[in-house]
């Protein structure tokens, strides 16, 4: 039988401070480009170089290297020479505070800068870029990468545990192709390390603590721009119903800068997809009024009339709209669609947990409103209270 504590002790036991243990994620950067040449270089710190294996004395004095695909094999250069090639080409950290840039040169694309280590081979002839990094430094990239800059340290906070969650949920998406994570919206968007100071302090305040559901699984920590006013529940999105991801009234967004949208479209052609996609009944007066009038005051799942039901998503999908949180007005000649929102509504509304994080409220209680009977723990305890 599970232990069973109650929520202020099992918080407290479990958020205590202690030594957490290193855990090394291996990412797969720059995995949406077909990437066959880049340049590195070390910015900070000390590193080793290791060609097929083998550890090399010089060569790290370089500025540049730079690295192409050459058949199945990397060619390495430096400035007025050419190395060699060789299957794999590592740069590992000596030190923590270790972080080397990386450019792509073919296709061209900004620079870069990562902590750590850097492993290069060839797969399916591209470059294949792996970065194998410190969880806490990864989750520090991914904050910024998903949130932006500029924000209040209490929401980087609430940003850092969701992306700590999802990261741990998730690091065996690909471990079939040799890494754990890669750097896309697949995973979590992980551009480069983070830039604004507060980013690093709400990672350290928050070292290891994860969120996790009343069966002590880490949570899907889904998250969105702006719920327009209220969240969605899991089942109207992705049919599958959670716990934790239930509809919650938000007023804190509603007056932000995603909250509210517009889109207009023509009469014919909002009827003609209505009528050729889903054999809506454009032709009843009726019905084609109500095609073009409808309100939803509150998020629904479906546009219905009759037999015909048209999911609220499939709309969005289609017409590519911020959310599929919106009304429709007749005009003349079109119509006007007024969305709420951005996203797909599902967990946490980022812009109303900003608003919440400005008006002093904590990271614990912006995520518990968000999300219904979970707990926020210490990943390094949580093992010990999922023992029988």
């Known amino acids: 039988m599970k232990k069973i504590l109650s929520s202020l002790a099992l918080f407290v036991q479990l958020t205590a401070p202690m030594a957490i243990g290193a855990h090394t994620t291996q990412v797969r950067i720059l995995s949406t480009m077909n990437v066959t040449s ?73 620079t870069r800068t990562y902590d750590h280590s850097l492993t290069v081979k060839v797969a399916k002839g591209f470059l294949q870029c792996l970065n194998s990094v410190d969880l806490e430094h990864y989750v520090a990239g991914v904050v910024e990468s998903e949130s932006g800059g500029n924000s209040v340290l209490e929401f980087y906070k609430v940003q850092a545990i969701l992306c700590r969650t999802y990261a741990c949920a998730q690091l065996n998406r690909h471990i079939d192709e040799g890494f754990d994570v890669c750097d896309g919206v697949h995973c979590q968007v992980y551009k480069s390390r983070p830039t604004d100071p507060k980013v690093q302090l709400a990672v350290q305040a928050t070292t290891g603590l994860v969120v996790i559901d009343k069966n002590l699984s880490l949570i899907t920590a889904t998250f969105h721009s702006n719920c327009g006013g209220q969240t969605a529940n899991a089942e109207d999105v992705w049919q599958i119903p959670v716990s934790y991801l239930k509809s919650v009234r938000d007023t804190f967004c509603t007056s932000t800068r995603n909250a509210n949208w517009q889109r207009k479209i023509a009469k014919e052609d909002w009827l003609s997809y209505l009528s050729g996609k889903h054999k809506f009944p454009v032709t ?17 799942t479906n546009y219905v009339y ?20 919106f009304s429709i007005e007749e ?25 919440m994080a400005k008006l002093g409220y904590s990271y614990m209680q912006i995520l518990l409103f968000y999300y219904r009977d979970v707990e926020i723990v210490n990943l390094s305890r949580l093992e010990f209270f999922r023992r029988d």
């Open 331 to 355: 005009g003349r000649d079109s119509i006007t669609i007024s969305g709420r929102g951005y996203g797909h509504g599902v967990g946490l509304c980022q812009e109303g947990a900003i608003r």
């Open 38 to 110: 880049v340049n590195v270089s070390v910015c900070a710190g000390k590193y080793a170089l290791y060609l097929d294996g083998r550890m090399q004395e010089d060569y790290m004095s370089a500025k540049v290297m730079q690295m192409i695909v050459i058949n199945d094999s990397i060619e390495l250069r430096i400035p007025g020479d050419t190395i060699g090639r060789f299957g794999q080409v590592r740069l590992v950290s000596i030190y923590d505070t270790s972080c080397f840039k990386i450019k792509p040169i073919q296709p061209a694309s900004g």
């Open 306 to 325: 009759g037999a015909a039901k048209i999911p609220y998503k499939t709309i969005r999908a289609d017409w590519q709209l911020r959310s599929a949180y």
């Open 284 to 300: 009843d007066s009726v019905a084609s009024g109500g095609a073009m009038n409808m309100k939803q005051a509150s998020r629904t």
